[in-house]
């Protein structure tokens, strides 16, 4: 009996341990591990198949168990794979290997269990997904569950290449990872086309800069200046210019100013030995060297016009007082660093051949005493210009007096400055009957015996401006130009002539400025040769004088620019007025004129500064907001 119980448990060991090698051959067999040798038969008796005969385990039953396991497989694929169509069962069947099988079932049972999963229902009531999207939802679970992370190996999905996941990697099209040289190329095909470019007349930034500048948006711009604001963009890939004239070489100079391209890499562009001008209007980027360089390379120059020099020194004027230069014509702006003793050396040296001379914003030079040496060693100036120079008072005005050459007059002094009005008049009584213009302003204290003077006095005056002054009266001004034996002017600006007194904003019983009056006396003066008007901030001119200036009759043939800007009581049927007196007009500014509400203009006119105003063009209907 115990022998009989001894044998049955060494059966059944021996049977759990067949079970159990048997398992692992079948594993070994799947993965291609057992192989023999049907040549060699003393190789098939391996050390394995002599311990499965030992053990009284069958390889063939290990295979016949395999092959049973896989087809039972793909029949339970094959069974929860919907029904197709008609159509569809026509086509022959595609041939699904084993391992693609096992593959699908088990991503079928892994969203079978995500939709029992809590995170499932969390994701679903959280983004409001219906029943018809859980497998979308399942998928989309599983597919970041299955996410390789960061520092893991993954393959591209597209060209199978193994790369090391990291938190920039892709998603391909299939839900797969992208390694970076396929991530960049799909970021190349998924590039947005470039942007259509818009049509002519709808950029309004550029429309309003064209208008501030002049120019109007409406056709096309010419040929010419097409061609040098193309130059101008690719100015630093341009080695040199070529046999351009100056007028061109100008307007080149006025855009890449603008643009504040003047380098010294552009300045070689500007160089012309045989040329006697030069004109750079932002030199902020040279260096003395450069201004050495300009005036080495143009030895023949009489006139030089360069703004925003800073840098310049007093080594640039020594150098052109030793090279004893022709120049007559000299325009600097904002050169703070030439000291007093060199201004005064160049007036000795050079002074004698000075026609014109335009000096802007210098203020730790160029005093009172550096002005009379000036006046005195520069006896043939016709042209001066001093605007914002520190320094200068009235000490200087009564030296001015002494150019009886001068023609061309322009000073504008700091606002603390208070200028008298006795030094000014003696300068008008001096050289007013030979002044072809004349510029003060900010001569804020200046009073009417200024407008009698230059009544009694010019005769040749082309050009007048006097503003920002708030002692003028509507009746002196009104007495300048009425039988003024001056010609008609064709540049005029008075804005700013009136008075400032903020508590008074209807201004006293006899208007200070230019009011109604002296408007119309302007215009009966000078309305049929004057093209630049320019009356803003004016507000004492009464809409009855409008009226009576831009009557039916009344023609003005020449006047092409017009600023009544600030005058509050200008409207559409003013507006229409001026337009038919005017048409020649290029240029209507109006900024606060906020009663001018829907207008129509002629084409090629710009009507600046209208705040929500239908503007009518020609039959072309847009709002103005600037």
Same mark, same amino acid.
């Given at each position: 009996m115990?022998?009989?119980?001894q044998?049955?448990?060494?059966?059944?060991?021996r049977e759990?341990?067949?079970?159990?090698?048997?398992g692992?051959?079948a594993?070994?067999a799947?993965?291609?591990?057992i192989?023999?040798?049907?040549?060699?038969?003393?190789?098939?008796?391996?050390?394995l198949?002599d311990?499965l005969?030992?053990?009284?385990?069958?390889?063939?039953?290990?295979?016949?168990?395999?092959?049973?396991r896989?087809?039972?497989?793909?029949?339970?694929?094959t069974?929860?794979?919907?029904?197709v169509?008609?159509?569809?069962?026509?086509?022959?069947?595609?041939?699904?290997s084993p391992?693609?099988?096992v593959?699908?079932r088990?991503?079928?049972?892994a969203?079978?269990?995500?939709?029992?999963?809590?995170?499932?229902a969390?994701r679903?009531?959280?983004g409001?997904?219906?029943?018809?999207?859980d497998?979308?939802?399942a998928?989309?679970?599983?597919?970041?569950?299955?996410?390789r992370?960061?520092?893991?190996?993954?393959?591209?999905?597209?060209?199978?290449k193994?790369?090391?996941v990291?938190p920039y990697?892709?998603?391909?099209?299939?839900?797969?990872l992208?390694?970076?040289i396929?991530?960049k190329?799909?970021?190349?095909?998924k590039?947005?086309?470039?942007?259509?470019?818009?049509?002519?007349?709808?950029?309004?930034?550029?429309?309003?800069?064209?208008?501030?500048d002049?120019l109007t948006?409406?056709?096309?711009?010419?040929?010419?200046?097409?061609?040098i604001k193309?130059?101008?963009?690719?100015?630093?890939d341009?080695?040199d210019?070529?046999?351009?004239?100056?007028?061109l070489?100008l307007?080149?100079?006025?855009?890449?100013?603008?643009?504040?391209?003047?380098?010294?890499?552009?300045?070689?562009?500007?160089?012309r030995?045989?040329?006697t001008?030069?004109?750079l209007?932002?030199?902020?980027?040279?260096?003395?060297?450069?201004?050495?360089?300009?005036l080495?390379?143009?030895?023949?120059?009489?006139?030089?016009?360069?703004?925003?020099?800073?840098?310049?020194?007093d080594?640039?004027f020594?150098?052109?007082?030793e090279?004893?230069?022709?120049?007559?014509?000299?325009?600097?702006?904002?050169?703070?660093?030439?000291?007093?003793?060199?201004w005064r050396?160049? %007036? !000795?040296?050079? #002074?004698h051949?000075? $026609?014109?001379?335009?000096?802007w =914003?210098?203020?730790?030079?160029?005093?009172?005493?550096?002005?009379?040496?000036?006046?005195?060693?520069?006896?043939?100036?016709?042209?001066?210009?001093?605007k914002?120079l520190?320094?200068?008072?009235?000490?200087?005005?009564?030296e001015?007096?002494?150019?009886k050459s001068?023609?061309?007059?322009?000073?504008?002094?700091?606002?603390?400055?208070?200028?008298?009005?006795e030094?000014v008049?003696?300068?008008?009584?001096?050289v007013?009957?030979?002044?072809r213009?004349l510029?003060?302003?900010?001569?804020?204290?200046?009073?009417?015996?200024?407008?009698q003077?230059l009544?009694?006095?010019?005769r040749?005056l082309?050009?007048?401006r006097?503003?920002?002054?708030?002692? %003028? !009266?509507?009746? #002196?001004?009104?007495? $300048?130009?009425?039988?003024?034996? =001056?010609?008609a002017?064709t540049?005029?600006?008075?804005?700013s002539?009136?008075?400032?007194?903020?508590?008074?904003p209807d201004?006293?019983?006899e208007?200070?400025?230019?009011?109604?009056d002296?408007?119309?006396?302007?215009?009966?003066h000078?309305?049929s040769?004057?093209q630049?008007?320019?009356?803003?901030?004016?507000?004492?001119?009464?809409?009855?004088a409008?009226?009576?200036?831009?009557?039916?009759?009344?023609?003005?043939?020449?006047?092409?620019?017009l600023?009544?800007s600030?005058?509050?009581v200008?409207?559409?049927?003013?507006?229409?007025?001026?337009?038919?007196?005017?048409p020649?007009?290029?240029?209507?500014?109006?900024f606060?004129?906020?009663?001018?509400?829907d207008v129509?203009?002629?084409?090629? $006119?710009?009507?600046?500064?209208?705040?929500?105003a239908t503007i009518?063009?020609?039959?072309?209907?847009?709002?103005?907001?600037?």
């Amino acid at each position: 009996m115990i022998d009989r119980f001894q044998e049955r448990e060494r059966g059944e060991r021996r049977e759990r341990r067949g079970k159990s090698v048997s398992g692992e051959a079948a594993e070994a067999a799947e993965q291609g591990e057992i192989q023999t040798d049907k040549t060699n038969p003393v190789a098939g008796h391996s050390a394995l198949t002599d311990y499965l005969a030992s053990n009284n385990i069958s390889a063939q039953q290990i295979r016949t168990d395999w092959d049973r396991r896989q087809a039972e497989a793909l029949r339970q694929a094959t069974e929860q794979e919907p029904s197709v169509t008609a159509e569809q069962s026509q086509s022959p069947p595609v041939p699904t290997s084993p391992e693609d099988a096992v593959k699908k079932r088990k991503r079928q049972q892994a969203i079978a269990r995500i939709k029992n999963s809590k995170e499932f229902a969390r994701r679903k009531a959280r983004g409001g997904y219906d029943d018809d999207s859980d497998d979308d939802l399942a998928i989309e679970i599983h597919e970041e569950q299955n996410r390789r992370k960061p520092g893991q190996f993954a393959n591209c999905e597209i060209c199978d290449k193994r790369f090391t996941v990291t938190p920039y990697s892709k998603t391909g099209p299939d839900g797969g990872l992208l390694c970076n040289i396929c991530s960049k190329k799909q970021k190349d095909d998924k590039k947005k086309p470039p942007a259509k470019r818009r049509a002519t007349g709808i950029g309004r930034r550029q429309n309003q800069s064209n208008l501030l500048d002049g120019l109007t948006p409406h056709g096309t711009q010419s040929l010419l200046e097409t061609c040098i604001k193309k130059v101008a963009d690719y100015i630093h890939d341009i080695e040199d210019f070529g046999d351009l004239p100056p007028s061109l070489l100008l307007r080149l100079g006025q855009i890449l100013s603008r643009r504040r391209a003047v380098t010294p890499r552009t300045l070689d562009l500007f160089l012309r030995p045989q040329y006697t001008s030069i004109d750079l209007f932002d030199c902020a980027k040279l260096d003395t060297n450069d201004y050495h360089k300009i005036l080495a390379s143009m030895p023949r120059l009489t006139r030089v016009n360069l703004r925003f020099t800073t840098p310049m020194k007093d080594q640039v004027f020594h150098y052109m007082m030793e090279r004893d230069m022709n120049i007559k014509d000299l325009h600097l702006d904002g050169a703070n660093l030439v000291t007093d003793d060199c201004w005064r050396q160049l %007036f !000795t040296k050079l #002074g004698h051949r000075f $026609l014109s001379l335009k000096l802007w =914003n210098l203020d730790s030079a160029f005093d009172n005493e550096t002005a009379k040496v000036m006046c005195l060693q520069c006896p043939d100036l016709q042209r001066l210009k001093l605007k914002f120079l520190h320094k200068l008072d009235n000490d200087m005005l009564a030296e001015i007096s002494t150019l009886k050459s001068l023609q061309h007059l322009s000073l504008r002094f700091m606002r603390e400055t208070e200028i008298e009005t006795e030094p000014v008049l003696q300068i008008v009584a001096s050289v007013g009957s030979q002044l072809r213009s004349l510029s003060l302003e900010e001569f804020e204290f200046v009073d009417d015996r200024l407008l009698q003077h230059l009544h009694e006095h010019c005769r040749l005056l082309t050009k007048l401006r006097l503003t920002l002054n708030s002692t %003028f !009266t509507d009746k #002196g001004l009104a007495a $300048l130009f009425t039988g003024w034996s =001056n010609q008609a002017l064709t540049y005029v600006d008075l804005h700013s002539l009136r008075d400032v007194d903020m508590t008074n904003p209807d201004g006293p019983e006899e208007p200070i400025g230019l009011a109604s009056d002296g408007f119309i006396a302007l215009m009966e003066h000078s309305g049929s040769k004057v093209q630049h008007l320019n009356i803003a901030s004016c507000r004492h001119v009464s809409y009855k004088a409008f009226e009576q200036v831009f009557a039916e009759n009344k023609l003005y043939p020449k006047l092409n620019y017009l600023d009544i800007s600030f005058s509050t009581v200008v409207d559409d049927y003013l507006i229409q007025c001026i337009l038919r007196c005017c048409p020649a007009l290029q240029r209507l500014v109006v900024f606060a004129c906020f009663k001018i509400r829907d207008v129509h203009i002629p084409r090629g $006119l710009a009507l600046i500064g209208t705040v929500g105003a239908t503007i009518k063009i020609d039959g072309i209907t847009q709002t103005e907001t600037i």
